[in-house]
């Protein structure tokens, strides 16, 4: 379903604008609950929600269900600064985009990962097995 990325948006773009359930619930004239209904993926906001999360977030609709990108331009950045190069651009382009969007909404694992271009190559190999595994693994559950 597209709307899958829609609960983590909603939570992203509430916390960057540092609202409580309850705040964005006020501005919305609705109650906490069902932004936490909203945020868990237990319910689907309306139309009309989704317009006036848009307004309310200052973002596209599209970005906020998860169909577009704000990376986009980060990524036409990215390749103009480093001449990235790959034989399917609009693959990697997307997966790029899709990495970074992620990676901004999940500011731990960009630490994490930070921190991991400090270790020697080999642990570096050696935890690249891991989350290979622990994903694997994850997939089976």
Known sequence: MILNQ????IKYYRN???WTQQQLANELNISRSV???WENGDVTP???????LSILFNQPIDYLIGIGSKTAHQLSEFQQLYQAKAEEPDVYNNELAEILDYLTKHPMLKEQIQEMQHIPIKKQKAIHRMLKSIIAESKRL
Not at 6 to 9: E, Y
Not at 46 to 52: G, P, S, T
């Open 6 to 9: 829609l609960p983590a948006n």
């Open 16 to 18: 960057r604008n540092n």
């Open 35 to 37: 932004i936490a209904k």
């Open 46 to 52: 309306d139309l009309h929600a989704v317009v006036k």
